[in-house]
């Protein structure tokens, strides 16, 4: 069963833009934060942007300025809009949701399968 489901990924060329969407089920778009982490050839999977269950973002400042991210509950999805982009940008871009589940802290997570955005010098 697909809890995630990213699309919107592509080629662009720099300075372009794309919006990615991840799809979730009314559960998860509920969860306590959900987030973008990106993953390029050689790299660790970093942070790009988060955004709790109220609203409050925050993002790395490899993105800051250049990225917006959005949760709509009505159409159940995270929004990533992604403007000027850059060829390090170029990476395996993956939704994230978090939810913690009890007093202790425990938290279950969901991961989407990613959506490859590519960007053209």
């Known amino acids: 069963q697909v809890q995630l489901a990213e699309s919107g990924g592509g080629l662009v060329q720099a300075g372009g833009s794309l919006r990615l969407s991840c799809s979730a089920s009314r559960r998860i778009i509920n969860s306590d934060v959900m987030a973008w982490y990106r993953q390029a050839p050689g790299k660790q999977r970093e942070l790009v942007a988060r955004i709790s269950q109220d609203g409050v973002t925050e993002y790395s400042d490899s993105v800051k300025g250049r990225s917006t991210i959005s949760r709509s509950y009505a159409e159940n999805t995270l929004f990533l809009q992604m403007n000027n982009l850059k060829p390090d940008d170029t990476a395996i871009y993956y939704c994230?949701?978090?939810?913690?589940?009890?007093?202790?802290?425990?938290?279950?997570?969901?991961w989407g399968q990613g959506t490859q955005v590519t960007v053209s010098t």
């Open positions: 994230y949701a978090r939810t913690v589940v009890n007093v202790e802290g425990a938290a279950v997570t969901h």
